[in-house]
């Protein structure tokens, strides 16, 4: 075996042994599926810079600058992010 093979073997069993041992990769694991924002843990923190931009630039797209509110906090902001994104036409 080449050095090159027996190193591309050894980063393959690697790569094998790291997916087994890691529980994200499981398959049959859910506990990092996407959650309602109203289960979020941080959700009643305020909204974050990120979505405070992408919430003002979704009103202005849908025509409803009354929809944002700078005092949003996270698990409301995605929402309102989410039905605007239906309504300005990106989902």
């Given at each position: 075996m080449t050095q090159s093979t027996a190193?591309?073997?050894s980063k393959a069993d690697a790569k094998s042994q790291a997916s087994e041992a890691n529980p994200k990769t499981d398959p049959?694991?859910?506990?990092?599926?996407?959650?309602d924002p109203d289960q979020w843990t941080t959700g009643?923190?305020?909204?974050?810079?990120?979505?405070a931009s992408y919430l003002k630039t979704l009103t202005e797209e849908a025509k409803e600058p009354?929809?944002?509110?700078?005092?949003?906090?996270?698990?409301?902001?995605?929402?309102?992010?989410d039905d605007l994104r239906h309504k300005a036409g990106h989902a």
């Open positions: 190193k591309s073997a049959k694991d859910v506990s990092n599926q996407i959650k009643g923190e305020p909204m974050t810079g990120a979505q009354e929809a944002f509110d700078p005092d949003l906090d996270k698990a409301e902001a995605s929402k309102r992010i």
